[in-house]
Each structure stands twice: as structure tokens, then as C-alpha cells.
């Protein structure tokens, strides 16, 4: 696919690496594509990035026909460019889409997008280790109609912002979770599954709650009893109990997180026991009781490996976690990890895609 450019006549200085924080700051260019019913997808192109002119009674403003995907680009110890694992956050946006009645650009088409922009915004990637081009492909509902039904226009985009190590380059740090039991990230049933922008609509309630007493995200649990663990703040979860990892299997409230499914494979392939099965809130109560839970962590495309050492309940009781600091095995994926993606670690699995 022939993809025109139209390069950027007035580029912006690029901001400091030490200070680029996540999400703050936007390349020169975007890549749109527009979906109506007698064209299909058409009109792929790489822009500058500037503000979209969009009919206000477009469906993306009223009915909430929106989801995203979050991809970095990172730059190898010898300078060339690599996306990690980008045909699987293709791969969820195709099948996300149809849970919220949208036409999504096939595989190949955002697969296409993603490798444009990467080129086109090459010099936006940053160097320092940890850092990367976060790359944000975006679907919207754009007909302009007040009908309750799926719109029949569509643009899909992808824009691009430069990060920095999660952590400020000082290793891991481990997060205070409060452990939520009014609101509900995504019940059975819903659009958990889907990187939806109404599941992270429906979250910042409860995260401002926690923010507020002092804590860095909350944990979600199941949203019929509020007894299995889901996920915590914008990342899956795992545990670690009598030395297995264990996880919540994926349903219809759980995104199918593509570092999540990185860490199951490198867990089993260095010999780890990897459970994907219900985890009840009980069971890492006893657990941490019995001296058996050992970690717990998120795990996300913006930090890869978030340790948890607090988890708060209501009424004051609180559990640590490995004295509050971050487990041996979240160390260790958070190497392996991270390395693969900086081309110091060898990539048995083939997760890392040259830029083309
Ligand atoms: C991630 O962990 O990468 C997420 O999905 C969070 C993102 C919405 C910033």
C-alpha cells in the first residue's frame, strides 16, 4: 500500500528526553484514513498533526462510538527502529471493534499506518534507555446523526507522542492500590474486553477517589460480587502465590493485554508455573496471611511491570507486599522485557518488528 506523505513545513523542537514524562508531547505528523459505506476505507494519508474538523453531531460525541490501542516504537542499541508486537494491537482493535458496531481498517491497513507514521516521525524516537514513541491508533464514529444506532462513517488515526521511562530511569517502583468495592471498571457482559474509551471513562471515578487518599490506582474486581480480582488501574494482574503466577483469565470484563500475554509466554518459557484461572480476593487474603504471596503486579504497555506493594481495604486494613518493594520475579520480567524491546536481550519469540 502506496501511503502519500505531506511532510510538515513547520516541525517543533523536539522536548528534552529527561522530561518527556508520558503523553505530553505530540511528533509533526498523523495518519488518517476514512471509512463511509460506498468508498470504504480510503484517503490513507500521513499529515501534520494539527486539530480534526469534525461535524459536532458526529457519533463520537454523543453515543461514544470510541477505542483506542497504545503501541511503542523504541530505538535498538545500534539506532534502528522496532515496533513490539504491532500486529497484536491490530489484531485487538479488529476484534474489538464489531463489540461496539464500528468498521475497522483490516489488520494490514493499520498495521501499514503504524510503519508510515514510525518513518515519517523517525527522528520523534527517543534514545535514552526505556524510552520510546508511543503510538496511539485511534477509531471514531464521524456521521453526523442523533439516531440511536451505529453510525455508518468512520476515521480512524494514529498520532504519536514520545515517552519516558515509567519509572524516571530509577528502576521499578511499587504502587498503593486501593482495593475498590462500589464502582466497576466493566461488568460481565460489557465492553472490558475492548479498549474502549468508555472502560477508562468508567474508571476515573474510582482512580480520583484513590488519588485523593493517597494511593496510585485501584484494584477492580469482578463486578457481579466484588470477590475475584480483574484488573488494576489501566493494567492486568498478577499474582504470585507459593511461587505460581496466577492470573484472571480473559473474559468479556478483561482486555486482552499484549504484555500480559508476553509475560505468560516468557514466565513458561523460563520454567514458571502460569495459572490463567479465577483469583478470589479471599484467596490472596490467606495467601498473604500463610506468608504464600509473594508479589503482585500490572502489567501495561505505558510501564510494562507495575509492582504492587500495598493493597488497602475499606474499614483500614491493609496488606504489604514484599515488604512494599518490588518481587524478584517483576524485576525479572521487567528486564527481560525491556531489554528485548532495546535489542539487548535476545527475542526468541520474534517480538520486535523492524520499522519499514
Ligand atoms: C497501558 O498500560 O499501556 C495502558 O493501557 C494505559 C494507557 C491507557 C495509558
Not at 42 to 67: E, N, R
Not at 94 to 101: D, K
Not at 239 to 266: C, F, N, Y
Request: glycine share 10%.
Amino acid at each position: 500500500m502506496q501511503i502519500p506523505v505531506t511532510k510538515t513545513t513547520t516541525p517543533k523542537s523536539r522536548p528534552p528526553e529527561a522530561e518527556l514524562g508520558f503523553g505530553k508531547f505530540f511528533s509533526d505528523h498523523l495518519f488518517s484514513t476514512t471509512y463511509t459505506p460506498d468508498q470504504g476505507w480510503h484517503d490513507a494519508k500521513v499529515v501534520p498533526y494539527g486539530p480534526l474538523v469534525m461535524d459536532p453531531a458526529a457519533g463520537v460525541f454523543h453515543y461514544g462510538q470510541a477505542m483506542f490501542e497504545g503501541s511503542k516504537v523504541f530505538r535498538g542499541k545500534d539506532g534502528a527502529l522496532q515496533l513490539f508486537r504491532p500486529e497484536a494491537h491490530a489484531h485487538r482493535m479488529a476484534m474489538g471493534a464489531p463489540r461496539l458496531s464500528m468498521m475497522c481498517p483490516s489488520e494490514e491497513q493499520m498495521l501499514a499506518g503504524m510503519h508510515a507514521l514510525a518513518r515519517a516521525d523517525a527522528d520523534w524516537v527517543p534514545h535514552a534507555p526505556g524510552t520510546a514513541l508511543y503510538l496511539r491508533p485511534t477509531l471514531v464514529a464521524t456521521e453526523a446523526f442523533l439516531g440511536v444506532r451505529p453510525a455508518t462513517a468512520f476515521l480512524f488515526f494514529i498520532i504519536a507522542s514520545p515517552v519516558g521511562s515509567y519509572y524516571g530511569g530509577s528502576g521499578l517502583k511499587s504502587v498503593r492500590i486501593w482495593v475498590e468495592t462500589n464502582d466497576v471498571r466493566a461488568p460481565k457482559g460489557g465492553l472490558g474486553a475492548t479498549k474502549a474509551g468508555a472502560n477508562y471513562a468508567a474508571s476515573l471515578h474510582a482512580a480520583q477517589a484513590a488519588k485523593k487518599q493517597g494511593f496510585d490506582q485501584v484494584l477492580w474486581l469482578d463486578g457481579k460480587d466484588h470477590e475475584f480480582i480483574e484488573e488494576v488501574g489501566t493494567m492486568n494482574l498478577f499474582v504470585v502465590i507459593g511461587g505460581k503466577l496466577l492470573t484472571p483469565p480473559l473474559s468479556d470484563s478483561i482486555l486482552a493485554g499484549v504484555t500480559r500475554d508476553s509475560v505468560i509466554q516468557l514466565a513458561r518459557s523460563q520454567g514458571l508455573v502460569v495459572e490463567e484461572r479465577p483469583v478470589s480476593i479471599k484467596e490472596v487474603r490467606a495467601a498473604a496471611q500463610s506468608g504464600t504471596l509473594t508479589e503482585i503486579f500490572g502489567t501495561g504497555t505505558a510501564a510494562v511491570i507495575s509492582p504492587v506493594g500495598e493493597l488497602a481495604f475499606a474499614g483500614g486494613e491493609k496488606l504489604i507486599v514484599n515488604q512494599g518493594k518490588p518481587g524478584p520475579i517483576s524485576l525479572s520480567l521487567f528486564e527481560t522485557i525491556s531489554g528485548i524491546q532495546r535489542s539487548t536481550v535476545a527475542d526468541p519469540h520474534r517480538w520486535m518488528v523492524p520499522v519499514k
